[in-house]
Nanobody, 115 residues
């Protein structure tokens, strides 16, 4: 089992920045990929960004250029740097980790962007 703990959400004004973190812990696991998803009320959870073991990243078109995903392997932690925040970025951000072929989700961290 892998446990995920997200942090870094909060209330921020439009144009501001945030850095979200997601730390994975557990016994003897091998991470295949780490990523971020976002969910707004009444909407399905949507893909934001992913980073796989070789460091390759991929982003949703809607966030390219403003969001940066990175990973600190020694800490089994993935980050999401969010710049130039917009009110439409508001939502709960979930960390998704694939480890040993299994999918794990965090509980989410709320980001609220005020205009």
């Amino acid at each position: 089992q892998v446990q995920l703990v997200e942090s870094g959400g909060g209330l921020v004004q439009a144009g501001g920045s945030l850095r979200l973190s997601c730390a994975a812990s557990g016994r003897a696991f091998r991470i295949n990929s780490m990523g971020w998803y976002r969910q707004t009320p009444g909407e399905q959870r949507e893909f934001i960004a992913i980073i796989i073991n070789n460091g390759v990243t991929n982003y949703a078109d809607s966030v390219k250029g403003r969001f940066t995903i990175s990973r600190e392997n020694a800490k089994n932690t993935v980050y999401l740097e969010i710049n130039s925040l917009k009110p439409e970025d508001t939502g709960v951000y979930y960390c998704k980790v694939v480890a040993d072929g299994k999918v794990y989700w965090g509980k989410g961290t709320l980001v609220t962007v005020s205009s």
